[in-house]
Each structure stands twice: as structure tokens, then as C-alpha cells.
């Protein structure tokens, strides 16, 4: 198991949280690195923000999908 695997488990457990969450928790966040192809290691904010959001002009970011939501309006 990687340090920041048990890291997020310890940090769970600490804050309470229930087995069923832990386990959700565990998983979305295994599934964030398989969709990227890389370790948690070098996954970082800057990864996620560029793929998945776009800044508008005052700076505030949206998701990709509200885009065409957005522009039909």
C-alpha cells in the first residue's frame, strides 16, 4: 500500500468516518488515477483544473459540461 493510501486511511479514521465511506472514498480516488494513467504522487490541482474546467473572464471556473448550458442561454 502507497504512504498516501494510508495516509487518507488514517486520516479517515480519525475523523470518524464510516467503513462504507472509506471504502467510496478509496475508490473515487483510485479511479482519479486511473483515469489520469499516473500515480496519486503526481496528480496535482493544476492536472485536474486544466482538464476539467474553463475560467471565464472574471476569473471563475465552470465544468466542461455547463459550457453548452451556458452559451444557449
Given amino acids: ?3 498516501l493510501r494510508k ?11 464510516a ?9 473515487a480516488v483510485a479511479g482519479l488515477a486511473r ?6 504522487e503526481f496528480i496535482t490541482q ?4 486544466s482538464d476539467s474546467t474553463w475560467k471565464n473572464g ?5 465544468r ?3 459550457d453548452g448550458r451556458l452559451q444557449a442561454r
Fill in 19 to 27: 467503513p462504507r465511506t472509506q471504502e467510496a472514498y478509496i475508490g
Fill in 46 to 49: 493544476e492536472t485536474t483544473d
Fill in 58 to 62: 472574471k476569473g471563475k471556473t465552470c
Fill in 7 to 17: 495516509q487518507m486511511q488514517s486520516d479517515m479514521v480519525l475523523r470518524g468516518l
Fill in 35 to 40: 483515469y489520469y494513467k499516473r500515480s496519486l
Fill in 64 to 66: 466542461k459540461r455547463c
Fill in 1 to 3: 500500500m502507497c504512504p
